[in-house]
């Protein structure tokens, strides 16, 4: 994407009827343009952060008129903010109309008829970017504010977009730059053999620098799981419930429900909120040694798929038929494959069902009736704390961008040899470089040094036309 300073125009609403639609334009012309329009008050005499009632008239010939009339196209308000205080940083126009499609159409086509061009998606925030209303990470925090689904998303993207994580990133690379002019200095008195650097302070700051950002890296696990949520594996024998468990926790009727083993052939996925944090529910065929048919063999093998790429795994059994030794068979399949799960036995409302067998094993066994939909919330604030533990509780900035967590991954990798050239006594020459290639990585995360066009017109090109 090439920055160019014309005039844009495109629509900031959801296409399709509404009540009310929003037209934006932002660019040096951007007044000039509305103001031969509109049929109100003078827009280039208006003061900026200002509202306009009047008319959005057509001035061209009308069929069979023997003379150009002024014609009325909507009656709209006009939001006005002149630069440098606005979204772009721009003049910039809104014309709030009403939401019929075919009259917003003819809004923009009078505005590209009046020398504004068509936006491309995400170039009103690229200008914002670009024009130092913002940073690149704050930038991509309005894409993802725009995408939030959930109460966490929202939260840790609005974090980001008041510039929490520019502000670490701020802090940490101030205090390397500080150093890193005095190394620069050193260089300059090369031959006199001075040192202006404390180099036991410097591998002081390297640690401190190192310890945070491997807690920004660590934290992208948790981002992830608050930006797309968990997915959850609702595993087990064939009839212990799976379906029945995923209809109650939904509250409804999802699943079908049958008495005949093997009914579920192929996976369900639903989502479920839990305390402002998305959940993937996905319910699988049921787990047995000899299936059927080929059909159910099909979905006894995605079932494990599923299980092993689950961000945690329920592994449901039926509580009158289940012996604690199958119990056991599960978890050590669990453990080998690294998972995180709960153990939850179903059915405690029938006569047969026991809690004794279950009870000295760790973690210790929940126990639900999905059918009368008993404790199914215990098993929510497990699936909740099995995850979140708390972690969201904090101040601390989570990574939710997987391009920040390539970066940051870098960054820990410059100051390693760093401090490994430190270790070894390097001289300033010869860490400089590292430093330099440390800063330009923290710099590129909130785009302090210039980023590449081909990475700009990525980021912007994921946002939707009129943002």
């Not at 936006?119 to 209303?133: D, S, V």
């Not at 390397?176 to 036991?200: C, H, M, T």
């Not at 056991?328 to 029938?350: R, T």
């Amino acid at each position: 994407m090439q920055f160019n300073d014309d005039t844009i125009v495109a629509l900031a609403t959801p296409p399709g009827p509404g009540a009310i639609g929003v037209i934006r334009l932002s660019g040096r012309d951007a007044i000039r343009m509305v103001n031969g329009i509109f049929s109100g008050k003078d827009l280039e005499a208006a003061a900026g952060h200002t509202l306009h009632f009047g008319r959005i008239v057509d001035h061209s010939m009308q069929p069979g008129a023997a003379a150009a009339e002024e014609v009325t196209v909507d009656e709209v308000v006009v939001s006005l903010f002149r630069a440098p205080r606005s979204y772009t940083g721009e003049d910039v126009i809104e014309i709030s109309g009403h939401g019929s499609p075919y009259i917003l159409q003819r809004i923009i086509e009078h505005c590209v008829r009046a020398g504004a061009r068509l936006a491309r998606p995400g170039e009103f925030t690229q200008r914002a970017f670009l024009n130092g209303k913002m940073d690149l990470a704050q930038a991509e925090a309005v894409a993802d504010l725009i995408a939030a689904d959930s109460r966490a998303a929202q939260e840790a993207a609005l974090k980001q977009l008041r510039g929490g994580f520019s502000g670490d990133l701020k802090e940490l690379r101030e205090q390397l730059i500080n150093f890193a002019a005095l190394i620069e200095l050193e260089l300059d008195f090369s031959e006199e053999d001075v040192e202006f650097a404390d180099r036991e302070q410097f591998i002081r700051l390297i640690d401190h620098i190192g310890r945070n950002v491997q807690r920004l890296i660590d934290s992208f696990s948790l981002g992830n799981v608050v930006k797309n949520g968990v997915s959850v594996a609702i595993i087990g024998k064939p009839n212990a419930g799976k379906s029945t468990l995923l209809n109650a926790l939904l509250n409804e009727e999802r699943a079908i429900v049958s008495d005949i083993a093997g009914t579920t052939r192929d996976t369900i996925e639903e989502v479920l909120n839990i305390r402002g944090v998305l959940f993937r529910l996905i319910d699988t065929a049921g787990i047995r040694e000899h299936a059927a048919d080929e059909i159910e063999q099909i979905g006894v093998g995605r079932s494990y798929e599923k299980m092993r790429n689950a961000d945690v795994v329920v592994y449901l059994f039926d509580a009158t038929d289940t012996t604690p030794q199958e119990v056991l068979q599960q978890q050590q399949l669990f453990g080998s494959e690294g998972l995180k799960y709960i153990l939850v036995a179903n059915k405690m409302d029938h006569p047969a069902a026991g809690r004794a067998p279950f009870e000295g094993i760790t973690p210790p066994v929940l126990f639900i009736s999905a059918k009368e939909k008993q404790h199914t919330d215990t098993l929510k604030d497990a699936l909740y704390d099995t995850i979140i533990a708390g972690k969201l509780n904090t101040d601390q900035t989570i990574i939710t961008n997987a391009r920040h967590h390539e970066a940051l991954q870098k960054v820990a990798g410059c100051l390693e040899d760093i401090r490994r050239g430190m270790d070894n006594r390097l001289s300033g020459d010869l860490l400089a470089p590292d430093i330099r290639r440390c800063l330009y990585y923290l710099g590129e995360i909130t785009g302090q040094v210039e980023v590449d066009r081909d990475i700009l017109g990525t980021i912007f090109g994921k946002f939707c036309i009129g943002k």
